[in-house]
């Protein structure tokens, strides 16, 4: 009996998964992590990408790609890749940064090259606990 409602829970549960990608776009989340943030902070994560010595697995997010039109066609892909296009604009410097150090270091440099990732189209990367990368690529 007390199970009764797990498929209305499952139900419901499924309904936030299916619209969870429609939220990640219009408020330019993936993982959790705000999108604007990670490209905001990427020349401190320089300094983290100068420091590994190894990368387990790398995550590849193309924004081209994965934008996703906000709630079924209200609001703009475009006016999402403008958007993201233009906070880099305003965090080149730490994004040249975290460019370079991508490309000093490497481990990093061979990692993105196993994946066919230019490093001249990254502009965030997020570094997991064990050295793993989720690279955002423009």
């Known amino acids: 009996m007390r199970y ?3 498929p209305l829970a499952a139900l419901a549960l499924a309904s936030t998964v299916a619209i969870s ?3 990640q776009a219009q408020s ?3 993982g959790g992590v705000p999108l604007d943030a990670t490209i905001m902070r990427a020349g401190s994560t320089a300094q983290k990408i100068a420091r590994l010595k190894s990368v387990p ?3 590849v997010i193309n924004l081209r790609r994965d934008l996703i039109r906000p709630f079924q066609g209200i609001g703009n892909y ?3 890749i403008q958007s993201t296009k233009l906070t880099v604009e305003k965090n080149a410097s730490g994004v040249n940064r975290l ?3 991508l490309r000093n270091n490497p481990v990093t ?3 993105l090259a196993d994946y066919g990732i230019s490093i001249n189209r990254v502009v965030g990367v997020d570094v997991g606990s064990n050295g793993a990368l989720r690279v955002y690529v423009l």
């Open 28 to 30: 330019n989340l993936f």
């Open 99 to 101: 460019r370079k150090a």
């Open 109 to 111: 440099r061979a990692a």
């Open 78 to 80: 475009t006016d999402d």
């Open 4 to 6: 009764r409602f797990l």
């Open 21 to 23: 990608p429609v939220t």
């Open 57 to 59: 697995a790398v995550g």
